[in-house]
């Protein structure tokens, strides 16, 4: 590193996040690193009234403007329910070929709806066809 030291200015302050180590691949940070911050954990999103508002600023954009607000369109609304059926079904029913259940969540959502805006905006398909290809 350098060997000239940078000083601290009084009112820094340092925030991270990580999700937990619940996926493949992931590891818990080390104690040494772990032990220097606060941790607080946040249960996942599922109330569907809170989720329609995220939908909706990942949608922002190329959500149908009709006056009302954004997360009361019927494509945020339709779109938060499939999500929500989709993590049902993978707890309950859904496996591939090796017994394996998938895992819907928020990142799931997320991707999808970023993947979906970029659909539209980019190669002008529909909405409803964007959300489609961004949730397969």
């Given at each position: ?23 493949t691949g ?30 909706a600023r990942?949608l922002d ?76």
């Amino acid at each position: 590193g350098d060997a000239t030291a940078v000083k601290r200015h009084p009112n820094f302050r340092l925030f991270a996040a990580m999700n937990p180590a619940t996926d493949t691949g992931k590891k818990d940070l080390p104690s040494s690193i772990r032990c220097r911050f606060s941790e607080l954990y946040v249960e996942e999103l599922l109330d569907p009234i809170e989720l329609r508002i995220v939908a909706a600023r990942y949608l922002d954009g190329v959500l149908p403007s009709d006056g009302g607000l954004p997360e009361h369109t019927a494509i945020v609304i339709t779109t938060v329910e499939l999500y929500l059926k989709c993590r049902v079904l993978g707890e309950t029913t859904l496996s591939d070929g090796n017994g394996h259940k998938p895992r819907y969540t928020m990142r799931t959502l997320s991707r999808a709806l970023v993947a979906a805006r970029s659909l539209v905006l980019q190669q002008r398909i529909s909405l409803a066809r964007a959300i489609f290809e961004g949730f397969q």
